[in-house]
Each structure stands twice: as C-alpha cells, then as structure tokens.
C-alpha cells in the first residue's frame, strides 16, 4: 500500500489481517495462563509465614526442569515461533504463550484504529500501586506496531516519545489505543494512548521505518 505524504488511508476492510492469536483452554496456553497464576500469586505472598516457598521453588525447579528436558534446540524452536502466526502467539504483551504477556488482545476497528482492555495487577507495578513507565512503553510500542498492521504499511520502531501525564494505576481497567497517522516513503507515523475513567495516562508518538527482519527458517 502507498500513500500521499502525510495522508493516512485505511487498508480494505477484507484485506485486514488478525491481530492476536486466541487463547486455547489446552496445551501451552493453558499452562502458561497457571504461570501466570504463579508470578502473580508469589508476588502477592511474599515470604508470608506458611506458605512454604521452600517447598514451592522446589516444585517450580521440578517443572522447569522438565519442560528443558523436553524443549526443541532453540534455533529449531525460534523457527516454529515465526510460523504461522508468528509473533502473536510468543510476544510479550499480546502472546497467549508468554507468562510475562498480561496478555493484551487487541481489536481493529474501521477508522483504522486499534484498541484493547486490560486491568494490570502487581506483576507491572513501578510506584507503589501504579504500572511501572516501562511496562506502557513495552505496551504502547506493541500495540502502535499492531495499529500499523491494522492500518496500512508497517515496519519497524525507529523513534518512540512518551509523554506521562498521570500516574497508570493497577487494579483498573485500561484502554490502549493506537492509530497510524501518515506515511511518507517508507517512513511511518502513528500515535497512541492509554486511558483510565476516561483520562490520558500516557500518549505516545511513534516513527517506523518500512523494513522487515529475516524470520528464522
């Protein structure tokens, strides 16, 4: 797709592409949906009197070890990650297979926009009950790199500017959005932000430039 400098054109509607992976009750998903039980729950209990963590870091050793045993070699498995759905399925904020992925599932909408809703718990905390600045710049980049997708010609993240307006909080429902704005050869413009109760916590203006990396083969 090419378009005028500075003109932002939607792609056809039946042209548009998938933008997270569905979550499956079975297999790695699942197992990575009790992961993600685990890191939250261990943050929430802390060295709490009872909770034997002894006995738990043994029982997490047991699995880890064998899910080693039983790993692909990594250049292997680093060519089934881009396959098919490729990084849908393994990123960090949108992978139904990523523990540390919250994970967000992100929609298009027909102005060519993106968005999604996701409550944050302690896992992303920075001050003390709000989402660490990392964690939405880890979030906004994803989901401006989706918006292009979305949108028109994507590429990759040459300049990423936050602004942080007010604190993120945890516990509350977020809104992330993001929106291509223009193209200009193959350089790309997008914005986005995420909201609570309707005010902007953090607005981001991204530059991609119009280039793919080789996926594993």
Request: proline share 9%.
């Amino acid at each position: 797709m090419t378009a005028e400098p500075g003109v932002h054109t939607a792609r056809p509607q039946d042209s548009r592409p998938a933008l997270t992976a569905d979550t499956r009750d079975t297999g790695v998903d699942a197992a990575v949906a009790a992961a993600r039980r685990v890191i939250a729950a261990l943050l929430a209990a802390g060295d709490a009197p009872g909770a034997d963590l002894g006995r738990v870091a043994s029982t997490l050793h047991e699995v880890a070890d064998h899910l080693d045993e039983h790993a692909p070699p990594l250049k292997e498995r680093l060519v089934t990650m881009w396959a098919g759905e490729g990084v849908t399925r393994h990123d960090p904020v949108t992978g139904p297979e990523n523990a540390i992925a919250p994970p967000l599932v992100l929609r298009g909408k027909d102005d060519g926009s993106v968005t999604a809703t996701t409550t944050l718990g302690l896992p992303y905390q920075g001050p003390p009950g709000y989402v660490h600045g990392g964690v939405s710049a880890l979030l906004l980049d994803h989901t401006l790199g989706v918006a292009n997708h979305w949108g028109g010609p994507s590429g990759m993240t040459a300049e990423l500017t936050l602004r942080y307006h007010r604190p993120t909080p945890l516990f509350e429902p977020l809104t992330v959005t993001g929106r291509q704005t223009s193209v200009d050869g193959r350089k790309i413009r997008t914005v986005g932000a995420i909201t609570a109760a309707g005010k902007v916590c953090v607005s981001a203006e991204g530059l991609f430039i119009a280039v793919q990396p080789e996926r594993p083969r």
